[in-house]
């Protein structure tokens, strides 16, 4: 159980134009979901959290109107890199909470954004 | 606001040998303490969790973690390195148990294992 899936693996864009992931929880609702981005060889850094129905919340310095992210329903939430540009290349991945299991997140397994 | 510090970007063991992973953490709160596992462009894996439960934490692969309020530490051992166990390892800490705590990662260890 508590399965998080996420789509596509990796996606080859070209400068300029927008690029969705899909983040699903597959077996559970997902009361919050939140997004991270990792740089080669370093950590994750949190991006925003995002709950059904509301709003996400941006950290410091993420560009809200470049990442959009969509949470509509307690089983999908949404990342869209607008205008990509060679800089957003990283590896993106959600992870989600469930409901009545707040103190564990269950990650997906990441997608690959390459942006030539 | 919370962190978490992994002492030393890249451990190397030999097979067979100790493996300590280094962690502390900085909470104003009671933490929740988390080690995930990362293989190359793949996810996050928990390994182990701290809860407030006992501070002993036994994971999964042979993994356990020793919670330290003391020392503000939650370092990851395993008594017997495989080489499975060469991955990258994340400690990460969480302020609350509300859906919207965050888990904010520690800069992670890469784990190396020389046959």
């Not at chain 1, 996420?6 to 929880?25: D, M, Y």
């Not at chain 1, 540009?85 to 990441?110: L, V, W």
């Not at chain 2, 370092?75 to 990258?88: G, I, N, V």
């Amino acid at each position: 159980g508590a399965v998080v899936s996420q789509h596509p693996s990796w996606v080859i864009c070209k400068s300029g134009t927008s690029v969705k992931i899909e983040c699903r929880s597959l077996d559970f609702q997902a009361t919050t979901m939140f997004w991270y981005r990792q740089f080669p060889k370093q950590s994750l850094m949190l991006m925003a959290t995002s709950n059904e129905g509301s709003k996400a919340t941006y950290e410091q310095g993420v560009e809200k109107d470049k990442f959009l992210i969509n949470h509509a329903s307690l089983t999908l939430s949404t990342l869209t890199v607008t205008s990509a540009h060679p800089e957003d290349s990283s590896f993106y991945i959600c992870s989600a909470k469930a409901r009545g299991m707040n103190t564990e997140a269950f990650f997906g397994q990441g997608t690959r954004l390459t942006v030539v | 606001a919370q962190s978490v510090t992994q002492l030393g970007s890249h451990v190397s063991v030999s097979e067979g040998a100790l493996v300590l992973l280094r962690c502390n953490y900085s909470s104003s709160v009671p933490p929740y303490l988390f080690w995930y596992v990362q293989y190359p462009n793949q996810g996050l894996q928990l390994l182990l969790k701290y809860t407030s439960a006992a501070t002993l934490v036994k994971g999964i692969n042979g993994f356990e973690a020793e919670f330290k309020k003391s020392e503000t530490s939650f370092h990851l051992t395993k008594p017997s390195a495989h080489m499975r166990d060469a991955a990258e390892y994340f400690c990460a800490v969480s302020e609350g148990s509300s859906s919207a705590s965050k888990i904010i990662f520690g800069s992670g260890t890469r784990l190396s294992i020389r046959p």
